[in-house]
């Protein structure tokens, strides 16, 4: 399993249509490459955090081909987005995280 963590800066105006295209492409990606879920988060000055989790590596660059009818939802987010990161790619060590849905 690994870990992919993506930042972005995202303009106030475009935060819904962000929001929309981010939960379509995390349940292709759940659906059609085998991610095992995703969490979206917010700072306090407008950063935003996304937190995925892979089966592996492979699969994580397997999704990034967005030639099919998800190109909708990349856009949604692009639009939105000031500036990004790089995503930074993480393998597990140690976990102590619980299992809880919000």
Known sequence: MI????????NPQY?????EGWSELVQRNIEKYGA???KLHKTKDNQWVSYSQWISEEHYINAQNLEDKHEVARVKMLQAIISTEKPLILVPVLDHLM????
């Open 3 to 10: 870990v992919v963590l993506f930042h972005w800066k995202i």
């Open 15 to 19: 935060e819904k249509t962000f929001k």
């Open 36 to 38: 095992l879920g995703s």
């Open 99 to 102: 299992a809880h849905k919000v």
